[in-house]
């Protein structure tokens, strides 16, 4: 885990409290999303989907903080959209620092170079930067050529004026362990804090749906991946039990309230990843009234294939801190590569036992 010390700590004792307090349901990262506008239409994109009278709505400063306040996560990743396009955005981001709460400002970094004087190096603010691998692949992930060079000057230039910086990567179909392995040098060659990676996530809503690996194969890409960074030193900003879930060892359930999603719409059920599932007005409508036993990769088809971080990351956390133990081997360890997998849970809709005596059947006399 490549979090600086005073991070972990914060959160740390958020965690405490929450356990000593008793909650079952809280928050670990809230996602602000102020805007669904993008200046790119990236292949697996399930958020600029909209009609314009949508996409050019904004979530006001007032809006964003009272709900850092309402949530009281103590992260807050703000993608989008593409953030840096809302006017409002450096002071977004300066009444949540002030709240002394973690932001992550997730950009494709186009805007970056332009935007940055906007922004002051803090502890609590990251440039999540949007990057899906080397130049040939990040250029064909996001459907423009010449994106890649403009978020690699975008980091350079945030590095050197003392930026903290990440880089966000999602894998698609294609990708091979070597090819991400490279990736990931490079990545460390650039001096970033550390790289968030996951599968990209197969939206009901991207413009192609071909483009999103499915079931066992994320985890073969995975294990591949950590094979080769046995030896190497890459820091991956998650916990070393997601990373061992990524890689087929652990069979989670998901906990979506652990990143609840605030948007132009209210407050989205059940995650930031479905779209369709509803709304509430407060987070605390939010926890109360998502039916959350609906949702999970076996309860429900929408969530098949997800191994999303703000779905699982949280679960993570949470067998982390019930079992500190099994979590130290796996930081020690790294997550395991070889021998079976942990069995896939089968999908509860498919469980479901019809028998003869259910047919509709009409009898005429
Ligand atoms: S994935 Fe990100 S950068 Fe690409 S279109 Fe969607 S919001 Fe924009
Ligand atoms: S598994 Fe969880 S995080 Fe993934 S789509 Fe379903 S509810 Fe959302």
């Known amino acids: 885990m490549s979090v600086p010390l005073r991070q972990q700590l914060t959160v740390g004792s958020y965690l405490i409290k929450q356990k000593l307090k008793g909650v079952k349901k809280y928050p670990l990262v809230l996602m602000l999303e102020p805007l669904f506008r993008c200046n790119l239409a990236c292949a697996g994109c399930g958020k600029i989907d909209y009609p314009d009278e949508i996409l050019n709505k904004r979530l006001s400063v007032q809006e964003c903080l009272d709900a850092v306040d309402e949530c009281g996560a103590p992260m807050v990743s703000i993608p989008g959209g ?13 009444g949540i620092i002030a709240r002394k709460k973690f932001v992550y400002l997730c950009t494709n970094a186009l805007l970056l170079k332009k935007r940055i004087k906007d922004y002051t190096p803090s502890p609590y603010l990251t440039f999540s930067i949007h990057l899906d691998g080397n130049r040939e692949r990040h250029d064909a992930s996001v459907c423009q050529e010449g ?4 978020a690699v000057e975008a980091i350079k230039i945030a590095l050197e004026k003392g930026f903290r910086v990440t880089i966000n990567c999602t894998l698609f179909q294609g990708e091979t362990s070597e090819e991400v392995a490279k990736f990931l040098d490079y990545a460390m060659e650039l001096g970033v804090e550390g790289v968030t990676i996951a599968p990209g996530f197969s939206y009901e809503h991207a413009p192609h749906q071909d483009v999103f690996i499915k079931g066992r194969d994320i985890k073969e890409l995975f294990r591949g991946i950590f094979k080769i960074g046995k030896q190497r030193k890459w820091k991956l900003n998650h916990s070393s039990l997601y990373l061992d879930f990524l890689a087929g060892n652990q069979n989670y359930d998901c906990t979506p309230w652990g ?7 209210g ?23 998502t039916p959350w036993d609906k949702y999970g990769s076996v309860k429900n088809p929408k969530c098949a294939n997800c191994m999303a971080h703000c779905g699982y990351e949280a679960t993570a956390v949470e067998d982390t801190l019930r079992n500190p133990l099994k979590a130290l081997v796996a930081n020690f360890r790294g997550p395991r590569t070889e021998g079976p997998m942990v069995p896939e849970k089968q999908p509860e809709l498919a469980e479901t036992k019809s028998s003869i005596k259910d047919i509709p059947v009409k009898i005429e006399s």
């Open 267 to 289: 407050w989205q059920k059940p995650c930031y990843l479905l779209a369709d599932e509803g709304n509430a007005e407060t987070f605390q409508e939010l926890l109360d009234e």
């Open 259 to 265: 990143n609840p999603t605030r948007n132009v719409f």
């Open 82 to 94: 593409e953030p840096l396009i809302h006017k409002e955005m450096p002071q977004i981001v300066e």
């Open 147 to 150: 994106v890649f060079d403009q």
